[in-house]
């Protein structure tokens, strides 16, 4: 089964992201830090991440990095409320999708996520 992964150290965001992804037919899997993603027998299984900058522990440009040189091809949408341009800038150079910037519209959330699934898949 493949699943959206949703990585936010903020309960509620966990929650109402994968709330609405699952009113829209996605599975979803959550995870409070970056550490506890990357440790996930179920990583291989993602769709795409959705993945919070700042966070308790590893940053998320941190677990970008962690991927890339893991060589998981696992698409990242990045989610934060404190997107400076050289982090937005930082994060697209290293392969994001997308980076939203909290609070987002469903439709741009849905948008990244199809986008990203849709490079998971090969297309451009």
């Known amino acids: 089964m493949s699943f959206v992964c949703i990585v936010d150290d903020d309960a509620s965001v966990r929650s109402g992201v994968g709330n609405l992804l699952k009113a829209v037919g996605y599975t979803t899997m959550t995870f409070s830090s970056g550490e506890e993603f990357l440790a996930s027998p179920e990583i291989d299984d993602a769709l795409c991440v959705l993945l919070d900058i700042r966070m308790r522990g590893m940053q998320g440009l941190d677990v970008q990095r962690q991927l890339n040189a893991e060589h998981r091809a696992i698409p990242v949408v990045f989610m934060s ?3 400076d341009g050289e ?23 849905l948008d990244s996520i199809e986008l990203a699934i849709g490079r998971k898949n090969g297309e451009r």
């Open 87 to 109: 982090t937005v800038e930082r994060a697209m150079q290293h392969g994001a999708v997308s980076f939203l910037r909290k609070p987002f519209a469903e439709e741009v959330l």
């Open 81 to 83: 409320a404190h997107g």
